[in-house]
């Protein structure tokens, strides 16, 4: 088995329509970006959500906090680095780290809780967990 990608660069060009008034990049697509981004480090270690919904498991964000440092505006293009940070069967934890030629434009933290089709807390299957780096227990 390879070992687990725990981080992944993804280069996102602000379309106009993500810019408020201003022509800043609004607030509310910094959690779509960071989406995109969990999706494709999940991607990279051979998962994606679709499968994982169609077994009845959903990540559901539990917490999620951002901090806003240097706005990007119009067309510029970013680097969104996710990172895993912590796993455990039934949740992950991440760090991302979005940028525009180096600079640090926002940096934020989520964790996501594996919930069933009824919204109930649910392991994930060893066999997935063990793909995310995960140790299943004895």
Known sequence: MTEPILSYDLDIRVRY??????????HSQYLVYFEMGRTELLRVN??????????????????????????????????LTTSTTKIS???????????????????????????????????LPNELYAILGGTAPA
Do not use: I, Q, W
């Open 89 to 123: 069967p039934v949740r992950v934890d991440h760090h991302y780290e979005l940028k525009r030629d180096g600079r640090l434009l926002a940096e934020a933290n989520s964790t996501l809780v594996l919930v069933d089709r009824d919204g109930k807390p649910t392991p």
């Open 46 to 79: 051979g998962l994606c959500y679709r499968d994982m919904e169609e077994r009845g498991l959903f990540y559901v964000v539990a917490r999620l906090d951002c901090r806003f440092r240097v706005p990007a505006r119009y067309d510029d293009v970013l680097t």
């Open 17 to 26: 329509a993500e810019t408020d008034a201003m022509g800043y990049l609004h």
